[in-house]
């Protein structure tokens, strides 16, 4: 079965600098989908990639893929408090028009900025 | 436009009793999924429905069944609840035609499950 790994666990940044937030899968990914998440909260899409080497931007927060399609990178710049969160990633089914869309998730990458 | 709805928002439970959890999903989607996420984990996999039928489930005890209904709400069933039961239950809503970003999930906020 597919395993997704984020790393790091957690993070805290000072407001107004950068960071890098990272999802390795175990297997390819066919469709892999950045959420965002206030503690107990629902899930917020941010963005799906699905090609190997995409990149996706919006506002300050840009989202790659892998060549190999097996690594997702999430990268913040001039973080900002708003920015503070759980970051998740999500994997697709193998093949879409199967039989589910279910997704895999990683464990998740906690935010914290500080002012 | 209303996103995806969950209720209730909060439930607290005894052992051994059944709770039902309710979702409406966004106006034009027809597949709903259900997901429980423990705290400090990702969200798991529970059940999928599309056009009334059941189209994947994770690996959960029987006592969790859900079923969708015409309007293609969804009702989440848990029997003989256990203390491990609690967690955020959510639900998801999506197209489903076969296509990565039409078969983009939108969550709901979530039910806060409490199992005393």
């Known amino acids: 079965s597919q395993e997704l790994e984020q790393s790091p666990q957690s993070l805290i940044v000072q407001e107004g600098k950068n960071l890098t937030i990272n999802c390795t899968s175990s297997k390819t990914l066919y469709g892999l989908y950045w959420y965002k998440q206030k503690y107990g909260e629902g899930l917020i899409f941010l963005m799906m990639?699905?090609?190997?080497?995409e990149e996706k931007s919006h506002e300050k927060i840009t989202a790659k893929l892998d060549e190999k399609k097996q690594q997702s990178s999430l990268h913040i710049t001039a973080s900002q408090p708003s920015h503070a969160g759980i970051y998740l990633c999500g994997a697709g089914p193998p093949r879409y028009g199967g039989a589910t869309n279910k997704l895999i998730f990683g464990t998740g990458t906690l935010l914290a900025v500080q002012p | 436009d209303a996103g995806v709805t969950q209720s209730p928002t909060h439930l607290i439970k005894t052992r051994g009793q059944h709770v039902t959890l309710r979702c409406s999903p966004i106006s034009g989607h027809k597949s709903v999924s259900w997901y429980q996420q423990v705290l400090g984990q990702g969200p798991q996999f529970i059940f999928q429905?599309?056009?009334?039928?059941?189209?994947g489930r994770g690996n959960f005890p029987d006592r969790f069944s859900a079923r969708q209904f015409p309007n293609y709400s969804s009702e989440l069933n848990v029997n003989a609840l256990l203390l491990g039961d609690s967690a955020l239950y959510l639900c998801?809503?999506?197209?489903?035609?076969?296509?990565?970003?039409?078969?983009?999930?939108?969550f709901g906020p979530g039910t806060r499950l409490t199992v005393l």
């Open positions: 998801a809503s999506s197209f489903f035609s076969g296509g990565a970003e039409t078969d983009t999930q939108y």
């Open positions: 429905y599309y056009e009334k039928e059941e189209r």
């Open positions: 990639l699905q090609k190997g080497g």
